[in-house]
């Protein structure tokens, strides 16, 4: 008995042209393509412009062209470095030194994993979360983190940035991996944004104390986040209380009397190789202090550990820092909410280790 098979469906000619679309294949070569030279000319379209090209055949044998220009992603950069260059010299104040009391004691601010750019809907979250709701949290984290540490004697204060400050890191909303994400603006747009948030958080901080900013690497915005503190730093180049350790170093580590404390995003190293990753990478900061402390980012939410010798002897405490941002589409529906939003600090005397934890709830 012969097998029997289903009616075989003809298709269309735009049907087959549909196919072979999806199926197409990117240009990795603008130049000396004879058939995209024609397909841009007769479309007007300079090659400067083009972002990216898939080509393909239709049915026909004819050659297809898909072309994403920079207009196409609302993109030209001479426009949007020179809106930039012209932010920052237009207003790179001469900041005057301010006077302030003084103490034994550091204050460190660290609002985690912000995320400008983020889009959430309360409708399908549960919580609104966008650009705007990004800075008036920070905002109104870091002044409450500033009143709750107003009965110490601040000496220095240690402004952690990075760690995700922006939600994507290229033209095509995703993150230097290229993960998808959904956002609220353009990329130019997030960038300035939170280029103003950092400003105006350090001009209220340099009232509490000199500031120490230090940048750590991040994973939803490894490049740009990278830019954007080199950025904050050419704001700041007059301000003699303001300094800065941006470089590209993936763990870094900030010393303050006997305490030794080390920052990095969250996703790099395992936790339990932290503590004698900074006895091998800093092994004159480790023999002078007493108190040692790793903070991390990444995860949003509260971890802790100590490790310690067989006897008890000088440990390293490791502590994940809460955020302050909302959980989008994604983590939503794959139940990761419910997590309390906060901005944290801590205050850190300079010769008994840390002495307060400071924390904004949203």
């Known amino acids: 008995m ?7 469906l003809r298709l269309s000619t735009n049907e087959v042209d549909l196919i072979l679309q999806r199926r197409a294949t990117v240009v990795d070569n603008l130049n000396n393509n004879t058939a995209l030279d024609i397909h841009l000319k007769e479309r007007g379209i300079p090659k400067k412009d083009v972002v990216s090209v898939k080509h393909w055949q239709s049915g026909s044998g004819d050659y297809r062209f898909s072309v994403v220009t920079k207009e196409n992603l609302g993109l030209d950069e001479n426009q949007i470095w020179a809106k930039i260059n012209t932010f920052i010299e237009g207003y ?8 302030t009391p003084g103490g034994n004691h550091l204050l460190i601010v660290n609002p985690a994993d912000i995320h400008i750019g983020k889009y959430a809907n309360e409708l399908e979250t549960g919580q609104q979360y966008d650009c705007t709701t990004a800075v008036e949290r920070v905002m109104e984290g870091v002044i409450g983190l500033i009143n ?18 922006l939600h994507i890191d290229n033209v095509y909303s995703t993150t230097t991996k290229g993960t998808y994400q959904d956002t609220d603006g353009k990329w130019w747009e997030h960038y300035e944004i939170a280029l103003m948030l950092y400003v105006q958080c350090i001009e209220m901080l340099r009232m509490v104390a000199p500031v120490d900013v230090l940048h750590s690497m991040s994973n939803h915005d490894y490049q740009s986040g990278f830019h954007l503190a080199h950025t904050l730093k050419s704001w700041f180049r007059k301000a003699e209380d303001v300094t800065f350790d941006i470089g ?7 010393k303050y009397g006997t305490n030794l404390i080390g920052l990095e995003h969250g996703d790099g ?7 004698l990753l900074m006895a091998q990478e800093n092994p004159k900061d480790w023999s002078c202090t007493t108190h040692r402390y790793w903070y991390l980012h990444h995860i949003h939410h509260k971890v802790k550990h100590k490790w310690l010798d067989g006897k008890d002897f000088i440990g390293v405490t490791v502590e994940y820092m809460r955020s302050p941002s909302s959980a989008d589409s994604w983590h939503n529906r794959k139940g990761f909410t419910g997590v309390p939003k906060a901005c944290e600090g801590f205050i850190h005397h300079c010769q008994s280790g840390q002495v307060a934890r400071l924390t904004h709830y949203f």
Do not use: Q
Request: net charge positive; hydrophobic share 35%; glycine share 6%.
């Open 2 to 8: 012969a097998k029997e098979y289903g009616k075989r």
């Open 92 to 99: 790179s104040p001469a900041y005057e030194p301010v006077e």
């Open 148 to 165: 709750k540490s107003s009965g110490f004697d601040i000496e220095r204060v240690l402004f952690c940035i990075g760690n995700d400050i």
């Open 248 to 254: 590209v170093a993936h763990r870094k580590y900030y």
């Open 269 to 275: 190293a395992k936790m339990d190789a932290l503590p």
